[in-house]
Protein backbone atom coordinates (compact mmCIF):
# COMPACT_ATOMS: atom_id res chain seq x y z
CA UNK A 1 0.00 0.00 0.00
CA UNK A 2 3.29 2.16 -0.76
CA UNK A 3 1.65 4.06 -3.51
CA UNK A 4 -0.94 5.80 -0.89
CA UNK A 5 1.88 7.63 0.71
CA UNK A 6 3.28 9.11 -2.85
CA UNK A 7 2.28 11.06 -5.44
CA UNK A 8 -1.73 12.17 -6.18
CA UNK A 9 -3.13 9.19 -5.97
CA UNK A 10 -6.42 9.76 -3.93
CA UNK A 11 -6.76 7.70 -0.23
CA UNK A 12 -10.14 7.15 0.74
CA UNK A 13 -10.19 6.43 5.11
CA UNK A 14 -13.10 5.12 5.81
CA UNK A 15 -13.75 5.97 10.13
CA UNK A 16 -17.05 4.65 10.89
CA UNK A 17 -15.63 2.23 13.80
CA UNK A 18 -13.65 4.97 15.37
CA UNK A 19 -15.82 7.85 15.08
CA UNK A 20 -19.38 6.09 15.27
CA UNK A 21 -18.33 4.53 18.18
CA UNK A 22 -19.56 8.12 20.34
CA UNK A 23 -22.65 6.99 20.05
CA UNK A 24 -22.52 2.88 21.34
CA UNK A 25 -19.20 3.18 23.23
CA UNK A 26 -17.46 1.55 20.56
CA UNK A 27 -18.99 -1.56 21.13
CA UNK A 28 -20.14 -2.97 17.84
CA UNK A 29 -21.90 -5.76 17.13
CA UNK A 30 -19.50 -8.49 15.60
CA UNK A 31 -22.13 -9.38 12.52
CA UNK A 32 -23.02 -5.92 11.69
CA UNK A 33 -18.24 -5.64 11.83
CA UNK A 34 -18.00 -8.72 9.99
CA UNK A 35 -20.40 -7.33 6.91
CA UNK A 36 -19.06 -4.01 6.97
CA UNK A 37 -15.61 -5.48 6.71
CA UNK A 38 -17.06 -7.23 3.50
CA UNK A 39 -18.75 -3.94 2.07
CA UNK A 40 -15.79 -1.73 2.55
CA UNK A 41 -13.31 -4.52 0.59
CA UNK A 42 -15.91 -4.53 -2.41
CA UNK A 43 -16.00 -0.55 -2.42
CA UNK A 44 -12.00 -0.51 -2.93
CA UNK A 45 -11.82 1.35 0.39
CA UNK A 46 -8.26 2.47 0.44
CA UNK A 47 -7.90 2.73 4.45
CA UNK A 48 -9.92 1.44 7.07
CA UNK A 49 -9.75 2.95 10.71
CA UNK A 50 -11.04 0.75 13.30
CA UNK A 51 -11.21 2.31 16.50
CA UNK A 52 -9.03 4.05 19.23
CA UNK A 53 -6.46 2.84 20.82
CA UNK A 54 -7.03 4.43 24.26
CA UNK A 55 -4.81 4.19 27.25
CA UNK A 56 -6.88 2.70 29.85
CA UNK A 57 -9.91 4.19 31.21
CA UNK A 58 -12.42 3.66 34.36
CA UNK A 59 -15.42 2.79 33.07
CA UNK A 60 -16.71 0.16 30.18
CA UNK A 61 -15.87 0.90 26.52
CA UNK A 62 -16.03 -1.66 23.63
CA UNK A 63 -13.72 -3.19 22.23
CA UNK A 64 -12.95 -0.91 19.03
CA UNK A 65 -12.33 1.83 21.77
CA UNK A 66 -8.65 0.12 22.47
CA UNK A 67 -8.44 -2.02 18.96
CA UNK A 68 -5.72 -4.11 20.72
CA UNK A 69 -3.87 -6.13 18.55
CA UNK A 70 -5.02 -9.31 20.22
CA UNK A 71 -8.65 -8.68 19.19
CA UNK A 72 -8.05 -7.16 16.08
CA UNK A 73 -5.86 -10.56 14.67
CA UNK A 74 -9.21 -12.24 15.22
CA UNK A 75 -11.05 -9.94 12.78
CA UNK A 76 -11.60 -10.86 9.35
CA UNK A 77 -9.80 -7.36 8.40
CA UNK A 78 -10.17 -6.42 4.34
CA UNK A 79 -6.93 -7.53 2.89
CA UNK A 80 -6.40 -4.94 0.33
CA UNK A 81 -6.66 -1.50 2.80
CA UNK A 82 -4.31 0.21 5.41
CA UNK A 83 -5.50 -0.56 8.69
CA UNK A 84 -5.20 2.15 11.11
CA UNK A 85 -5.79 3.66 15.10
CA UNK A 86 -5.86 6.97 16.79
CA UNK A 87 -4.58 8.11 19.31
CA UNK A 88 -5.47 11.34 21.22
CA UNK A 89 -2.54 13.49 22.06
CA UNK A 90 -4.02 14.77 25.39
CA UNK A 91 -3.54 11.34 27.09
CA UNK A 92 -0.01 11.75 27.03
CA UNK A 93 -0.20 15.44 28.15
CA UNK A 94 0.56 14.09 31.97
CA UNK A 95 2.50 11.02 31.08
CA UNK A 96 6.61 11.54 32.37
CA UNK A 97 7.67 9.35 29.46
CA UNK A 98 5.52 9.27 26.51
CA UNK A 99 7.59 6.92 24.34
CA UNK A 100 7.27 4.28 27.25
CA UNK A 101 3.63 4.22 27.28
CA UNK A 102 3.42 4.47 23.28
CA UNK A 103 5.84 0.93 23.93
CA UNK A 104 3.07 -0.13 26.19
CA UNK A 105 0.41 0.60 23.57
CA UNK A 106 1.96 -0.97 20.82
CA UNK A 107 3.83 -3.57 19.40
CA UNK A 108 5.94 -3.53 16.62
CA UNK A 109 4.93 -3.06 13.28
CA UNK A 110 5.39 -5.91 12.07
CA UNK A 111 4.16 -8.12 14.20
CA UNK A 112 1.03 -6.24 14.38
CA UNK A 113 -2.31 -5.93 11.87
CA UNK A 114 -1.97 -2.56 12.05
CA UNK A 115 -0.11 0.02 9.32
CA UNK A 116 -1.25 3.44 10.05
CA UNK A 117 -1.53 5.63 13.49
CA UNK A 118 -3.07 9.34 13.79
CA UNK A 119 -2.94 10.79 16.41
CA UNK A 120 -5.04 14.06 16.63
CA UNK A 121 -4.30 17.21 18.84
CA UNK A 122 -5.28 20.58 19.13
CA UNK A 123 -3.10 23.03 17.75
CA UNK A 124 -1.89 24.22 21.25
CA UNK A 125 -1.10 21.22 22.37
CA UNK A 126 0.61 19.54 19.24
CA UNK A 127 4.36 19.65 21.30
CA UNK A 128 2.56 16.59 22.94
CA UNK A 129 2.51 14.85 20.00
CA UNK A 130 6.17 14.96 18.80
CA UNK A 131 7.87 12.48 21.09
CA UNK A 132 4.43 9.54 20.09
CA UNK A 133 5.33 10.16 16.41
CA UNK A 134 9.04 9.83 17.15
CA UNK A 135 8.62 6.43 19.06
CA UNK A 136 5.95 5.60 16.83
CA UNK A 137 8.08 5.92 13.37
CA UNK A 138 10.84 3.87 15.24
CA UNK A 139 8.09 0.87 15.74
CA UNK A 140 7.30 0.83 12.11
CA UNK A 141 4.23 2.57 11.72
CA UNK A 142 3.21 5.38 9.08
CA UNK A 143 2.12 8.13 10.95
CA UNK A 144 -1.06 11.30 10.52
CA UNK A 145 -1.39 13.98 12.48
CA UNK A 146 -5.05 15.49 12.72
CA UNK A 147 -5.05 18.75 13.86
CA UNK A 148 -8.62 19.47 15.07
CA UNK A 149 -11.02 22.68 15.60
CA UNK A 150 -8.88 24.46 12.56
CA UNK A 151 -11.83 26.45 11.75
CA UNK A 152 -11.55 30.42 13.27
CA UNK A 153 -7.53 30.10 13.75
CA UNK A 154 -5.20 32.86 12.31
CA UNK A 155 -3.24 32.19 9.42
CA UNK A 156 -0.16 32.97 11.74
CA UNK A 157 -1.73 30.03 14.10
CA UNK A 158 -1.83 27.25 11.65
CA UNK A 159 0.91 28.40 9.93
CA UNK A 160 3.27 27.97 13.31
CA UNK A 161 1.80 24.41 14.01
CA UNK A 162 2.17 23.25 10.45
CA UNK A 163 5.84 24.21 10.73
CA UNK A 164 6.41 22.71 14.30
CA UNK A 165 4.89 19.77 13.04
CA UNK A 166 6.81 19.81 9.56
CA UNK A 167 10.18 19.96 11.64
CA UNK A 168 9.78 16.77 13.07
CA UNK A 169 10.10 14.79 10.05
CA UNK A 170 8.34 11.99 11.40
CA UNK A 171 4.66 12.27 9.69
CA UNK A 172 3.40 10.93 6.59
CA UNK A 173 -0.06 12.86 6.26
CA UNK A 174 -1.37 15.77 7.98
CA UNK A 175 -4.81 16.26 8.15
CA UNK A 176 -7.15 18.76 9.10
CA UNK A 177 -10.44 18.48 11.06
CA UNK A 178 -13.17 20.70 10.98
CA UNK A 179 -14.61 19.69 14.29
CA UNK A 180 -16.80 21.90 14.91
CA UNK A 181 -18.73 21.54 11.61
CA UNK A 182 -18.68 25.42 10.99
CA UNK A 183 -16.56 25.90 7.80
CA UNK A 184 -17.48 26.32 3.87
CA UNK A 185 -15.72 24.94 0.55
CA UNK A 186 -14.33 28.78 0.42
CA UNK A 187 -13.48 28.37 4.07
CA UNK A 188 -11.69 24.85 3.47
CA UNK A 189 -9.65 25.68 -0.16
CA UNK A 190 -7.99 28.86 2.33
CA UNK A 191 -7.35 27.32 4.83
CA UNK A 192 -5.13 24.99 2.31
CA UNK A 193 -3.41 27.64 0.63
CA UNK A 194 -2.11 28.83 3.63
CA UNK A 195 -0.77 25.51 5.20
CA UNK A 196 0.31 24.46 1.68
CA UNK A 197 3.93 26.40 1.33
CA UNK A 198 4.99 25.49 4.82
CA UNK A 199 3.76 21.42 4.21
CA UNK A 200 5.27 19.82 1.52
CA UNK A 201 3.85 16.22 2.04
CA UNK A 202 0.53 14.84 1.83
CA UNK A 203 -2.49 16.24 3.15
CA UNK A 204 -5.93 14.97 4.59
CA UNK A 205 -9.36 16.65 5.77
CA UNK A 206 -11.72 14.69 8.28
CA UNK A 207 -15.02 16.99 7.47
CA UNK A 208 -18.38 17.26 9.78
CA UNK A 209 -21.45 17.51 8.80
CA UNK A 210 -23.33 19.93 11.47
CA UNK A 211 -24.46 22.34 8.41
CA UNK A 212 -25.15 19.55 5.59
CA UNK A 213 -21.31 20.98 3.86
CA UNK A 214 -19.47 18.07 4.70
CA UNK A 215 -19.45 16.19 1.13
CA UNK A 216 -18.94 19.91 -0.58
CA UNK A 217 -16.17 20.49 2.13
CA UNK A 218 -14.29 17.40 1.02
CA UNK A 219 -14.53 17.66 -2.66
CA UNK A 220 -13.34 21.50 -2.25
CA UNK A 221 -10.36 19.82 -0.32
CA UNK A 222 -9.90 17.26 -3.52
CA UNK A 223 -10.23 20.10 -6.03
CA UNK A 224 -7.34 21.96 -3.98
CA UNK A 225 -4.85 19.15 -3.80
CA UNK A 226 -5.93 17.09 -0.87
CA UNK A 227 -5.97 13.35 -1.66
CA UNK A 228 -6.57 11.80 1.94
CA UNK A 229 -10.03 12.28 2.78
CA UNK A 230 -12.37 11.02 5.39
CA UNK A 231 -15.67 9.22 5.39
CA UNK A 232 -18.16 6.83 7.50
CA UNK A 233 -20.79 4.72 6.30
CA UNK A 234 -23.89 6.88 6.52
CA UNK A 235 -22.56 9.35 8.21
CA UNK A 236 -21.76 7.70 11.45
CA UNK A 237 -19.96 10.12 14.02
CA UNK A 238 -19.69 12.47 17.09
CA UNK A 239 -22.13 15.13 16.78
CA UNK A 240 -24.32 15.03 13.30
CA UNK A 241 -21.62 12.78 11.95
CA UNK A 242 -19.19 12.90 8.81
CA UNK A 243 -19.20 12.86 4.98
CA UNK A 244 -21.16 10.07 3.67
CA UNK A 245 -18.52 7.53 2.67
CA UNK A 246 -21.47 6.17 0.38
CA UNK A 247 -21.86 9.33 -1.13
CA UNK A 248 -18.13 10.37 -1.55
CA UNK A 249 -17.53 7.21 -3.57
CA UNK A 250 -20.65 8.14 -5.89
CA UNK A 251 -19.02 11.40 -6.56
CA UNK A 252 -16.15 9.92 -6.93
CA UNK A 253 -16.82 7.46 -9.48
CA UNK A 254 -18.99 10.44 -11.46
CA UNK A 255 -15.23 11.84 -11.57
CA UNK A 256 -14.01 8.70 -13.14
CA UNK A 257 -12.35 7.00 -10.40
CA UNK A 258 -13.66 3.97 -11.43
CA UNK A 259 -11.87 1.66 -8.48
CA UNK A 260 -14.43 2.71 -6.43
CA UNK A 261 -17.69 0.28 -5.86
CA UNK A 262 -20.08 2.66 -3.61
CA UNK A 263 -22.97 -0.23 -4.62
CA UNK A 264 -21.30 -2.15 -2.31
CA UNK A 265 -22.35 0.05 0.61
CA UNK A 266 -25.24 0.07 -0.58
CA UNK A 267 -27.14 -2.66 1.71
CA UNK A 268 -25.26 -1.93 4.87
CA UNK A 269 -26.08 1.45 4.49
CA UNK A 270 -29.75 0.42 4.26
CA UNK A 271 -30.18 -1.90 6.59
CA UNK A 272 -27.27 -2.25 9.53
CA UNK A 273 -26.43 1.71 9.77
CA UNK A 274 -30.23 2.95 9.05
CA UNK A 275 -31.19 0.92 11.95
CA UNK A 276 -28.11 2.55 14.07
CA UNK A 277 -29.32 6.04 13.22
CA UNK A 278 -32.81 4.91 13.92
CA UNK A 279 -31.43 3.70 17.73
CA UNK A 280 -28.89 6.53 18.21
CA UNK A 281 -30.14 9.61 15.89
CA UNK A 282 -26.83 11.37 14.70
CA UNK A 283 -27.02 13.27 11.56
CA UNK A 284 -27.70 16.70 10.66
CA UNK A 285 -30.25 19.07 12.62
CA UNK A 286 -30.87 22.27 13.64
CA UNK A 287 -29.41 22.17 16.86
CA UNK A 288 -25.77 21.14 14.83
CA UNK A 289 -25.78 23.51 13.06
CA UNK A 290 -26.45 26.30 15.10
CA UNK A 291 -23.79 24.46 17.29
CA UNK A 292 -21.66 25.27 14.19
CA UNK A 293 -22.60 28.66 14.00
CA UNK A 294 -22.38 29.27 17.44
CA UNK A 295 -18.77 27.55 17.75
CA UNK A 296 -20.24 25.53 20.30
CA UNK A 297 -18.69 21.71 20.44
CA UNK A 298 -21.34 18.95 18.64
CA UNK A 299 -20.91 16.70 22.05
CA UNK A 300 -23.17 19.61 23.78
CA UNK A 301 -25.95 18.72 21.51
CA UNK A 302 -25.69 14.93 21.42
CA UNK A 303 -25.75 15.27 25.36
CA UNK A 304 -28.49 17.36 25.26
CA UNK A 305 -31.04 15.46 22.64
CA UNK A 306 -30.00 12.48 23.92
CA UNK A 307 -31.38 13.33 27.21
CA UNK A 308 -34.83 13.03 28.48
CA UNK A 309 -34.63 15.96 30.35
CA UNK A 310 -34.80 18.96 27.96
CA UNK A 311 -37.22 19.91 26.16
CA UNK A 312 -36.53 21.94 22.61
CA UNK A 313 -36.75 25.78 25.07
CA UNK A 314 -34.50 24.48 27.14
CA UNK A 315 -31.97 23.32 24.66
CA UNK A 316 -32.07 26.62 22.71
CA UNK A 317 -31.80 28.83 25.39
CA UNK A 318 -28.75 26.33 26.62
CA UNK A 319 -27.23 27.27 23.18
CA UNK A 320 -27.40 30.73 23.69
CA UNK A 321 -25.70 30.31 27.25
CA UNK A 322 -22.96 28.46 25.75
CA UNK A 323 -22.38 31.06 22.76
CA UNK A 324 -21.67 33.41 25.21
CA UNK A 325 -19.18 30.82 27.01
CA UNK A 326 -17.62 30.12 23.87
CA UNK A 327 -17.70 26.39 24.59
CA UNK A 328 -15.39 24.77 21.79
CA UNK A 329 -14.79 22.15 24.42
CA UNK A 330 -16.80 19.72 26.07
CA UNK A 331 -17.33 19.95 29.55
CA UNK A 332 -20.48 17.96 31.84
CA UNK A 333 -20.47 20.32 34.32
CA UNK A 334 -20.44 23.10 32.17
CA UNK A 335 -23.33 21.45 29.83
CA UNK A 336 -25.35 20.82 33.36
CA UNK A 337 -24.79 24.94 34.37
CA UNK A 338 -26.33 25.82 31.03
CA UNK A 339 -29.45 24.38 30.63
CA UNK A 340 -30.33 25.72 34.12
CA UNK A 341 -30.54 29.01 32.98
CA UNK A 342 -32.60 31.13 35.28
CA UNK A 343 -34.80 28.12 36.41
CA UNK A 344 -33.58 28.15 40.01
CA UNK A 345 -35.63 29.60 43.15
CA UNK A 346 -34.33 30.33 46.69
CA UNK A 347 -37.23 28.64 48.49
CA UNK A 348 -40.73 28.01 47.80
CA UNK A 349 -43.82 28.73 49.93
CA UNK A 350 -44.33 25.15 51.96
CA UNK A 351 -42.45 23.67 54.77
CA UNK A 352 -41.84 19.79 54.10
CA UNK A 353 -40.87 19.91 57.59
CA UNK A 354 -41.77 16.86 59.53
CA UNK A 355 -44.44 16.31 56.79
CA UNK A 356 -44.47 12.66 56.70
CA UNK A 357 -43.92 11.50 60.69
CA UNK A 358 -41.77 9.13 60.15
CA UNK A 359 -44.04 7.23 57.48
CA UNK A 360 -42.03 5.15 55.13
CA UNK A 361 -42.53 6.22 51.63
CA UNK A 362 -42.70 4.45 48.24
CA UNK A 363 -41.54 6.09 45.23
CA UNK A 364 -42.56 5.32 41.83
CA UNK A 365 -40.07 5.90 38.76
CA UNK A 366 -41.03 5.68 35.23
CA UNK A 367 -38.52 2.32 34.63
CA UNK A 368 -40.96 -0.42 32.75
CA UNK A 369 -39.63 -2.94 35.25
CA UNK A 370 -42.25 -0.74 37.84
CA UNK A 371 -45.17 -2.00 35.22
CA UNK A 372 -44.38 -5.82 35.15
CA UNK A 373 -44.98 -5.68 38.92
CA UNK A 374 -48.11 -3.43 39.15
CA UNK A 375 -50.03 -5.86 40.84
CA UNK A 376 -47.89 -6.86 43.57
CA UNK A 377 -46.94 -3.10 43.95
CA UNK A 378 -50.59 -2.33 44.49
CA UNK A 379 -51.18 -5.18 47.35
CA UNK A 380 -47.51 -4.14 48.56
CA UNK A 381 -49.60 -0.25 48.69
CA UNK A 382 -52.33 -2.02 50.42
CA UNK A 383 -50.25 -4.43 52.86
CA UNK A 384 -47.74 -1.84 54.02
CA UNK A 385 -49.61 1.30 53.58
CA UNK A 386 -46.43 3.53 52.86
CA UNK A 387 -47.55 7.46 51.79
CA UNK A 388 -46.48 7.02 47.81
CA UNK A 389 -45.16 9.19 45.37
CA UNK A 390 -45.06 9.24 41.35
CA UNK A 391 -42.56 10.29 39.65
CA UNK A 392 -44.77 10.40 36.29
CA UNK A 393 -48.48 10.35 35.61
CA UNK A 394 -48.65 7.83 33.17
CA UNK A 395 -48.24 4.59 35.29
CA UNK A 396 -50.10 1.62 35.96
CA UNK A 397 -51.11 2.55 39.46
CA UNK A 398 -54.16 3.66 39.95
CA UNK A 399 -54.38 7.42 40.78
CA UNK A 400 -56.55 6.67 43.89
CA UNK A 401 -53.15 4.54 45.22
CA UNK A 402 -51.21 7.59 45.01
CA UNK A 403 -50.69 10.46 47.44
CA UNK A 404 -48.71 12.92 45.80
CA UNK A 405 -47.34 13.47 42.26
CA UNK A 406 -43.95 14.95 41.79
CA UNK A 407 -42.68 17.47 38.89
CA UNK A 408 -39.65 18.92 38.46
CA UNK A 409 -40.22 20.03 35.07
CA UNK A 410 -42.83 22.64 33.64
CA UNK A 411 -42.95 21.17 29.86
CA UNK A 412 -43.78 17.65 31.55
CA UNK A 413 -46.45 19.26 33.54
CA UNK A 414 -48.29 21.01 31.47
CA UNK A 415 -48.14 18.52 28.75
CA UNK A 416 -49.93 16.34 31.09
CA UNK A 417 -52.04 18.74 32.57
CA UNK A 418 -55.46 17.26 32.27
CA UNK A 419 -54.20 13.98 34.29
CA UNK A 420 -53.18 16.45 36.74
CA UNK A 421 -56.73 18.06 37.44
CA UNK A 422 -58.62 14.75 37.11
CA UNK A 423 -56.80 13.19 39.68
CA UNK A 424 -57.68 15.48 41.91
CA UNK A 425 -53.90 14.97 43.99
CA UNK A 426 -51.40 17.04 45.19
CA UNK A 427 -48.55 17.76 42.98
CA UNK A 428 -45.10 18.49 44.84
CA UNK A 429 -43.06 20.96 42.11
CA UNK A 430 -41.24 23.90 42.52
CA UNK A 431 -44.01 26.45 41.74
CA UNK A 432 -41.17 29.50 41.68
CA UNK A 433 -39.77 27.49 38.14
CA UNK A 434 -42.59 28.54 36.29
CA UNK A 435 -42.92 31.38 33.99
CA UNK A 436 -46.00 33.27 34.40
CA UNK A 437 -48.14 32.11 31.84
CA UNK A 438 -48.13 28.89 33.14
CA UNK A 439 -48.57 29.81 36.49
CA UNK A 440 -52.15 30.79 35.89
CA UNK A 441 -53.32 27.30 34.00
CA UNK A 442 -52.31 25.50 37.27
CA UNK A 443 -53.52 27.95 40.11
CA UNK A 444 -56.83 25.36 40.82
CA UNK A 445 -54.28 22.60 41.77
CA UNK A 446 -52.81 21.73 44.68
CA UNK A 447 -49.32 22.56 44.88
CA UNK A 448 -46.80 21.79 47.91
CA UNK A 449 -43.98 24.64 46.43
CA UNK A 450 -40.96 23.00 47.50
CA UNK A 451 -37.72 25.12 45.83
CA UNK A 452 -35.26 23.76 44.08
CA UNK A 453 -31.55 24.91 43.20
CA UNK A 454 -29.15 23.01 41.08
CA UNK A 455 -25.12 22.87 41.67
CA UNK A 456 -22.61 20.59 40.62
CA UNK A 457 -21.66 17.57 42.75
CA UNK A 458 -24.15 18.84 45.62
CA UNK A 459 -26.87 17.89 47.92
CA UNK A 460 -28.09 20.14 50.57
CA UNK A 461 -31.61 19.41 52.15
CA UNK A 462 -33.88 22.36 53.63
CA UNK A 463 -37.09 22.57 54.43
CA UNK A 464 -38.47 25.03 52.07
CA UNK A 465 -35.94 24.37 49.07
CA UNK A 466 -33.06 21.78 48.45
CA UNK A 467 -29.20 22.46 46.01
CA UNK A 468 -29.26 19.14 43.97
CA UNK A 469 -26.68 18.17 41.40
CA UNK A 470 -28.87 18.04 38.46
CA UNK A 471 -32.59 19.41 37.07
CA UNK A 472 -33.75 15.55 38.11
CA UNK A 473 -37.26 14.90 39.87
CA UNK A 474 -35.13 12.10 42.18
CA UNK A 475 -33.38 13.75 43.87
CA UNK A 476 -35.80 16.64 44.20
CA UNK A 477 -38.17 14.27 46.14
CA UNK A 478 -35.36 12.36 48.37
CA UNK A 479 -35.10 15.97 49.64
CA UNK A 480 -38.43 16.86 50.43
CA UNK A 481 -39.40 13.16 52.62
CA UNK A 482 -35.91 13.18 54.32
CA UNK A 483 -36.52 16.46 55.45
CA UNK A 484 -40.71 15.57 55.95
CA UNK A 485 -39.30 12.99 58.28
CA UNK A 486 -39.88 9.56 56.39
CA UNK A 487 -38.63 5.87 58.08
CA UNK A 488 -37.58 4.36 54.99
CA UNK A 489 -37.51 4.94 51.04
CA UNK A 490 -38.48 2.24 49.20
CA UNK A 491 -38.13 2.52 44.78
CA UNK A 492 -40.15 0.73 42.44
CA UNK A 493 -39.32 1.82 38.40
CA UNK A 494 -35.97 2.53 39.14
CA UNK A 495 -34.35 0.05 36.58
CA UNK A 496 -31.47 2.38 35.84
CA UNK A 497 -29.44 2.37 32.64
CA UNK A 498 -26.41 0.56 30.42
CA UNK A 499 -23.29 0.75 31.56
CA UNK A 500 -21.71 3.74 30.50
CA UNK A 501 -25.01 5.61 29.80
CA UNK A 502 -24.34 9.46 30.78
CA UNK A 503 -27.86 9.09 32.77
CA UNK A 504 -26.97 6.02 34.69
CA UNK A 505 -23.32 8.13 35.67
CA UNK A 506 -26.09 10.84 36.54
CA UNK A 507 -28.11 8.99 38.92
CA UNK A 508 -25.13 7.26 40.59
CA UNK A 509 -23.68 10.49 41.82
CA UNK A 510 -26.91 11.65 42.68
CA UNK A 511 -27.58 8.18 45.05
CA UNK A 512 -24.09 8.94 46.28
CA UNK A 513 -24.35 12.43 47.42
CA UNK A 514 -27.36 11.71 48.83
CA UNK A 515 -25.71 8.64 51.07
CA UNK A 516 -23.32 10.49 51.66
CA UNK A 517 -25.73 13.15 54.18
CA UNK A 518 -25.91 12.74 57.52
CA UNK A 519 -29.59 12.77 57.19
CA UNK A 520 -29.98 10.63 54.34
CA UNK A 521 -32.75 7.75 54.78
CA UNK A 522 -32.55 4.04 53.61
CA UNK A 523 -33.07 3.56 50.02
CA UNK A 524 -34.46 0.11 49.06
CA UNK A 525 -35.34 -0.96 45.52
CA UNK A 526 -38.04 -3.58 45.74
CA UNK A 527 -37.92 -4.09 41.83
CA UNK A 528 -35.37 -4.58 39.70
CA UNK A 529 -32.30 -1.93 39.77
CA UNK A 530 -28.81 -1.30 38.87
CA UNK A 531 -28.17 1.37 41.36
CA UNK A 532 -26.13 1.08 44.67
CA UNK A 533 -28.86 0.96 46.88
CA UNK A 534 -29.98 -1.76 49.16
CA UNK A 535 -31.69 -4.63 47.31
CA UNK A 536 -34.92 -6.17 48.14
CA UNK A 537 -38.49 -7.76 46.67
CA UNK A 538 -42.24 -6.59 46.42
CA UNK A 539 -42.84 -10.10 46.87
CA UNK A 540 -41.08 -9.89 50.34
CA UNK A 541 -42.63 -10.34 54.08
CA UNK A 542 -39.70 -8.74 55.64
CA UNK A 543 -40.13 -5.36 54.29
CA UNK A 544 -43.14 -4.84 56.43
Not at 260 to 270: K, N, S
Request: glycine share 8%; aromatic share 10%; net charge neutral.
Amino acid sequence: MDHCFSGNSLVVLDCTLRDGGYYNLWDFDTEVVSRYFQSVEAAGIDALEVGFRFVPKDKFLGAFAYSADHFLSRLPLPKNCLIAVMLNAKDFASCSEPARLVTELFHKAVDSPLDLVRICSLLDGICVAQPVTEELKKLGYRICVNLMQVAGKTPEQLISTVSQVSKWGTVDVLYFADSLGSMGPAQVKELIKIIRPVWKGLIGIHAHDNKGRALANTLAAIDSGVTWIDGTILGMGRGAGNTYTEHLLVELRERGLEKYGPEALFTIVMEDFNSLRKKYGWGYNLLYYLSASYGIHPTYIQEMTSSLHYDTPQMLEGLKTLKRWVASSFSQDRLREAMLGDVSTVDGKWSAKNWLKGGDVLIIGPGPKGRTYTPALIEFIDRCKPFVISLNSDTSIPPEKVDTYAVCHYTRLITELDRYTNFGTPILMPFGILPENIRSKISKLSILDYGIRVKSHTFKMGRRSCIIPGFLVAPYVFSAVTVGGAGRIFLAGFDGYGVGDPRQEEMAEVIGLYKASKASLPLIAITPSTYDVEQSSVYSMGIV
